[in-house]
């Protein structure tokens, strides 16, 4: 099927766009990589008389690593972010989601921006952003804010980008020493949409034990979950084998998926539980090594 007709605005600065954003007000959507808009529109579920494609804005595809940690342009793609040598080295887990998205005709045209701002529950980089306390630029007419990644995602494709709003950048902090993240998803088939992925981010002590934990849930719920309880379970602790189960169990608590065509609940709870596990041990094993 063909999209419903609409014109089509490509500005070139951030300005054009929020001009245009301005004119056109509720009639009107951002486009970036159009993976997901794109399908949307031309199954007709999704239209829009006016449609302001922002990629030919200029700034918006850098990636700058610092002291600090980074600043990822909203049009980053995935393929850059998976190619990009220190972003593996200091956010394994954002390597990990990244080469894991569909398949690389879809990662080349994807974005970052696009990927979060979509609220897609099934999406992989929202899990892995919230583990690594990630910070959401959002630029306006006149102004900007920032939003944290764990109050970012409301609901099912509803997110905190407010209209006339441009998602810019995503700020990373960088990570202290023995501090180490993984993302695990399971899938049916390659390329495809997970039956559940998990994002862990760790930090240890001088001592080995577990300082801190964050691990957040995708295609667990309406959207991208974060497990509780594991600071008590994991702080201090040094032993995988003795927090493994317990870790396994909260993240399970935490999950509210639903049946579908990737499964029954049972199963995909069993999917968590596995994965689970198995991030723990990848994010311990490279912490310890960091
Ligand atoms: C077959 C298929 C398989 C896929 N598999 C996966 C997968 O396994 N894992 C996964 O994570 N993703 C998957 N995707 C989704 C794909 O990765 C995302 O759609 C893509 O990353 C979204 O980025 P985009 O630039 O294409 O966004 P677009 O499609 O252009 O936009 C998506 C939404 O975000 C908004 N938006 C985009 N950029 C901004 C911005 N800077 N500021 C404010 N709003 C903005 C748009 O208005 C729109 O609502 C798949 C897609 C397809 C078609």
């Excluded at 054009?16 to 031309?42: C, H, R, T, V």
Aim: glycine fraction near 10%; aromatic fraction near 6%.
């Amino acid at each position: 099927m063909n999209p419903r007709e609409f014109e089509y605005h490509a500005p070139h600065s951030l300005d054009e766009a929020f001009s245009l954003l301005g004119k056109y007000g509720d009639e009107s959507k951002i486009l970036a990589g159009g993976q997901s808009l794109i399908p949307l529109m031309k199954s007709r579920i999704f239209s829009m008389p006016h449609i302001i494609d922002i990629g030919k804005i200029e700034g918006l595809r850098n990636i700058e690593i610092n002291k600090s940690g980074a600043r990822i342009g909203s049009l980053v793609t995935i393929s850059d972010l998976e190619s990009e040598r220190e972003i593996a080295e200091l956010f394994p887990a954002i390597h990990d989601a990244a080469s894991q998205i569909a398949d690389p005709l879809i990662r080349n045209a994807g974005t970052i921006g696009g990927n979060i701002a979509h609220g897609d529950p099934g999406n992989d980089l929202p899990a892995v952003l919230v583990t690594l306390g990630a910070v959401f630029v959002l630029r306006r007419s006149g102004g900007e804010r920032t939003a944290d990644a764990s109050k970012f995602f409301i609901d099912t494709l509803e997110t905190d980008v407010h209209h006339g709003e441009i998602l810019t950048e995503i700020v990373i902090p960088r990570p202290g020493k023995k501090t180490a993240s993984a993302y695990l998803k399971a899938k049916k088939s390659a390329g495809d949409f997970s039956i559940a992925g998990i994002s862990t981010c760790i930090s240890m002590e001088k001592d080995g034990s577990i300082g801190s934990i964050r691990m957040a849930l995708t295609s667990s719920g309406p959207k991208v979950i974060e497990v509780t309880g594991l600071e008590e379970i994991c702080k201090g602790k040094k032993d995988y084998n003795s927090i493994a189960e317990k870790v396994s169990v909260a993240a399970v608590s935490s999950a509210k998926p639903s049946d579908d065509f990737y499964g029954t609940v049972q199963y995909k709870k069993k999917v968590i539980g596995i994965l689970a596990k198995d991030c723990l041990k990848l994010a311990m094993e490279r912490a310890e090594k960091r």
